[in-house]
């Protein structure tokens, strides 16, 4: 395929486990970071109340309040990020379990890896 023909789109997945150390600190950030949002006018009231009542029940939900997939690319040189979506759950994790290797889908079509 000639540079004219190739797509200029480029999608980039990523895939993270993170461990909770910290749950207040995790916590408290989320909650900062909600405040901030709410008192610069980008969060409405309704949704703030929401989002306080959600990042303290369920540490997966305070993560997503804290982790932008804008900021991983957001100084990429001759990059503009033009959709994204991500979410977070709480999993049972066991690093020695082959269901989490997650180099099983790194191949590319030439059988090497992707880094």
Do not use: C, N
């Not at 797509?7 to 990523?14: E, G, N, Q």
């Not at 939900?61 to 503009?80: H, I, K, N, R, S």
């Amino acid at each position: 395929m000639s540079t004219d023909e190739t797509s200029r789109f480029v999608r980039l997945k990523v895939e993270l486990v993170l461990e909770i150390a910290d749950v207040e600190a995790l916590t408290g950030g989320a909650l900062q970071r909600i405040a901030e949002s709410a008192g610069s006018g980008e969060m409405p009231e309704q949704e703030r109340v929401h989002a306080e009542g959600a990042v303290q029940e369920d540490e997966a939900e305070a993560v997503a309040y804290l982790v932008d997939p804008f900021d991983l690319v957001g100084d990429v040189p001759g990059a503009e990020l033009v959709q994204a979506s991500w979410s977070s759950e709480q999993v049972d994790y066991d690093p020695d379990s082959p269901d989490w290797d997650l180099d099983e889908d790194d191949d590319g079509e030439d059988g090497e890896d992707v880094v």
